[in-house]
Nanobody
Framework: QVQLVESGGGLVQAGGSLRLACAASGLTFSSTAMGWFRQSPGKEREFVAAISRSGRSTYYADSVKGRFTISRDNAQNTLYLQMNSLKPEDTAVYYC?????????????????WGQGTQVTVSS
């Protein structure tokens, strides 16, 4: 059974940091491009960051560029999102997603497997 499980969310003050993790099972992790998305109440799911199968290529939303870093450990089947200088507007449920293939993409519909999400709340 293919499964993605996020962890690491929580409550943090503005300016603080969190590190999210996404543990993958039931798939060939090194063959999947991965992404992080987020969703706030009343808003559509929003692209945050993506990473290629090897980890050599990454792409970020303008809103998080320079503050967030996506990375992966293919030996441990785990995806990470280091979030620094957090702002209240970063508050959302964060999801990891996987898609087989070489190309990384910002489009949610192109990802085939999703985690259940982890809540990140940034207080002002």
């Amino acid at each position: 059974q293919v499964q993605l499980v996020e962890s690491g969310g929580g409550l943090v003050q503005a300016g603080g940091s969190l590190r999210l993790a996404c543990a993958a099972s039931g798939l060939t992790f090194s063959s999947t491009a991965m992404g992080w998305f987020r969703q706030s109440p009343g808003k559509e799911r929003e692209f945050v960051a993506a990473i290629s199968r090897s980890g050599r290529s990454t792409y970020y939303a303008d809103s998080v560029k320079g503050r967030f870093t996506i990375s992966r450990d293919n030996a441990q089947n785990t995806l990470y999102l280091q979030m620094n200088s957090l702002k209240p507007e970063d508050t959302a449920v964060y999801y990891c997603a996987a898609r087989y293939g070489v190309r990384i993409t910002t489009t949610p519909d192109e990802y085939t497997t999703w985690g259940q999400g982890t809540q990140v709340t940034v207080s002002s």
